[in-house]
């Protein structure tokens, strides 16, 4: 009696340990991913499972739509498809207002023609 009820307890023991250690903490990263993908907003920069990185233009119930590259090809997509989120708006905004110097930084370079071009 004493030796069976000493294995059940050991049982139970496990699988509070394994609840504390594995499943409590993978929930706690789960919400925190859904609460990221809720808060979305039109501006965000962001990354999708896939590796595109666009800016968010339009945003629906469970899709939102992005602008990627230089020709502002729009694409459509399912939030469960976005992996993280680069830049906020307001973050943006923040910057900008601590240093107007680094808005020229910031900006892309163009390539310009040299005069003396090799061929």
């Not at 609840?19 to 925190?32: D, H, S």
């Not at 979305?40 to 992005?66: M, P, Q, R």
């Not at 090809?73 to 923040?94: F, G, L």
């Amino acid at each position: 009696m004493q030796g069976s009820l000493g294995s059940i307890l050991m049982l139970v023991l496990l699988f509070v340990a394994m609840y504390f250690l594995m499943i409590r903490p993978q929930k706690k990263k789960e919400k925190k991913i859904q609460e990221m993908r809720n808060s979305l907003s039109v501006g965000d920069e962001i990354v999708t499972i896939g590796g595109i990185i666009g800016k968010v233009v339009k945003t629906k119930d469970e899709t939102f739509v992005i602008q990627v590259g230089a020709d502002r090809v729009k694409i459509e997509m399912a939030r469960w498809a976005v992996s993280e989120i680069t830049a906020t708006k307001a973050r943006k905004e923040d910057e900008l207002a601590e240093d107007p110097d680094d808005e020229k930084k910031a900006m892309p370079k163009r390539l310009k023609k040299s005069d003396d071009s090799e061929e």
